[in-house]
């Protein structure tokens, strides 16, 4: 039996080209996966010099070349003669069929990918979202990482973060204070506009320019209020709104000044 099989026959008709289309597939992959490796550094070193964020740098980096590869593969595989159509067609569909399994993830990481890009926000600022304050931490794929001024750690998914109103209390460099003072009805109010003016003055921290507001604003039940609105740096917005308060209670206390409780007076009709 073995005297019946051309041997030269086989190795031209089976083992050469076999051994090429393996030679072939082997150069496709090693020289295709170097070239991808060149292609995403490139790409890499592009987006850091047009300063995109490095997170979002290697999460892209990490998407092209996986792509890259998965092309690599089957063209190497199409080299060796494997039908690549029913592959191709078959990850599309596992591809399908992971999207709607982790459509919430995949959300998530949208909303990432949106906000690395955009950059409302930046580690280090404090912020107003998803239905909760406080200073950026982390900046992540999936979440973000904030603490809130009790010193409490809350991780937001990205998707409730971005889907949501987002208040930047720090990127502005100022910020300006708004506070509410009232005084009763018997007391001088110019004279208590004046004192406000002078506590606003001599505080360093607050601006000149633009100059504090000072007005009344409501001629309310129990008490005449002011809006008080003075400037300043956004780093002193807490230094400034809680010694403003305290100079004005001792101010008004020491000048006599009432600061007044909600009242009310009740007048009764004695019968004829």
Known sequence: MLDDIDIQQLVEVYIVPWAINIVMALAIFIIGKFIVKVLVNDAKKLMLKANVDKILVNFIGSIINTILLLFIVIAALDQLGVDTTSMIALIGAAGLAIGLALQGTLQNLASGVMLIIFRPFRDGDFIEAGGVSGVVEQI?????????????????????????????????????????????????????????????????????????????????????????RPWCKTSDYWGVYGDVHEKIKLTFDAEGISIPYPQMDIHQDKAA
């Open 140 to 228: 992540g794929i999936f979440s973000i990482t904030m603490r809130t001024p009790d010193n409490r750690e809350i991780i937001i998914p990205n998707g409730a973060v971005y889907g949501g109103t987002i208040t930047n209390n720090s990127r502005r460099d100022t910020r300006r204070v708004d506070m509410v003072f009232g005084i009763g009805y018997d007391d001088d109010l110019l004279k208590a506009k004046k004192i406000i003016g002078r506590i606003l003055s001599e505080d360093e921290r607050i601006f000149a320019d633009p100059a504090p507001t000072i007005a009344v604003c409501e001629l309310a039940d129990s008490s005449v209020n002011f809006n008080v």
